[in-house]
């Protein structure tokens, strides 16, 4: 597998690359390295999962590492993932563990850790927990070994909290929920039924094995539908663990996660909630979130494609909104990861309270048309730094000038470069993003 945490956990083919006794191990070695770091007693850990099937067997295994290493253990059931980080905190636990492979089809599942206050786990203890894997060590018997009970309030829990965190009730909002046969079928209709609006969910019928299949944020096509067949005013589409949003406005048009950011920016801007009048963005959101935020005299900060960047540059300047174009959106003050709920709610709340339909509120911003080419190389860090390659995307970026943008990156997990074009037609977009794909290519 390479290294073993990505760039959001553990992830893999469950019984093959992700099996039991990685599963265990891992459980272990996380509840040893987090527990040095108490000051003493006997660590807690929270455990959630999504409903694909081969959840049962890893929480199982889990459990079974956590308790091991002296663990007590409370189960919370199927849940998302950002109740699962929520719950770390509120429930004074040591560490939290996700079951999920969030938007992956059904054959994968993933493992996210979780430390104190529900916070994602820094590099350098992942880099150590890796290490030590595998590692002797004394284990505890008799009445060291750990406990585990079940949760029974986790859900209620969860929607309490978020619906303390939605400004305004949704009375009159007719939505569409699409849960991606995940995490969210159960919490995100009673959620937004709680904060009053009118629901009508579907794809909230997991068996473990339909999970994001043709549904939920990468399968927008069926909530598209259900918006338009009942005249609903917008639709909501999480992926399998829910901690991502996107949405339908009410004529069918696709409302992305750079979108959501501009009108939840501007809302927080408006009401004085937006710290530092600074979101935080990756360099992959699209140009028109960038120029929509200068004309409303908001500040952009950019970093690296992944929602840890995200989370970094938040916490580290204290901001409050921040979130990718995938629709992970992280609003600090409420949640310390990526809410696909809380977003919905959020982004609700603003119709509400306007009374302007979301199509109206996400006009605000003009997505320029984007196209992405991936070109497989043999070395992509020497593609992406070769004189010729840099020199055609100074050209491309000259011509385009204001209009247009080019971003070259090299993929994170493959060898393989990443062009992305920007321009005011779809047509010029494609055309330079071929160019310059040609040009990547060769230099290979």
Partial sequence: MGRLFGTDGVRGLAGDDLTPELALGLAATATRVLAEKLDGGRPRAVVGRDPRASGEMLQAAVVAGLT????????????PTPAVAYLVGELGADLGVMISASHNPMPDNGIKIFAAGGHKLPDEVEDEIERRIGEPGARPTGREIGRVTEAGDAATRYIDHLL?????????????VDCANGAAATVAPEAYR??????????????????????????????????????ADLGIAHDGDADRCLAIDADGAEIDGDQIMAVLALAMHESGELTENTLVATVMSNLGLFLAMENAGIQVTRTKVGDRYVLAALREAGLALGGEQSGHIVLPEYATTGDGLLTALRLMARVAQTGRPL??????????????LNVRVGDKAAVATHAGVLAEVEAVEAELGETGRVLLRPSG??????????????????????RLAEVVGSAS
Avoid at 164 to 176: E, H, K, N, Q, S
Avoid at 360 to 368: I, K, N, Q, S
């Fill in 68 to 79: 091991s290493a002296g663990a007590d253990v409370l189960c919370l059931g199927v849940l």
């Fill in 164 to 176: 303390a965190a939605t400004p305004v009730r949704l009375d009159g909002l007719r939505v569409v």
């Fill in 359 to 372: 199509a109206e509120l996400a006009g605000v911003m003009r997505r320029l048309p984007q196209v992405l």
């Fill in 194 to 231: 709680r904060a009053g609006a009118e629901v009508i969910a579907v794809h909230a019928e997991p068996d473990g094995i339909n999970i994001n299949e043709d549904c939920g944020s990468t399968h927008l096509g069926s909530l598209r539908e259900h918006v338009l067949a009942n005249r």
């Fill in 413 to 434: 997990t493959e060898q393989l470069v990443r062009v992305m074009v920007e321009a005011p037609s779809e047509e010029l977009a494609e055309a330079n993003a071929r």
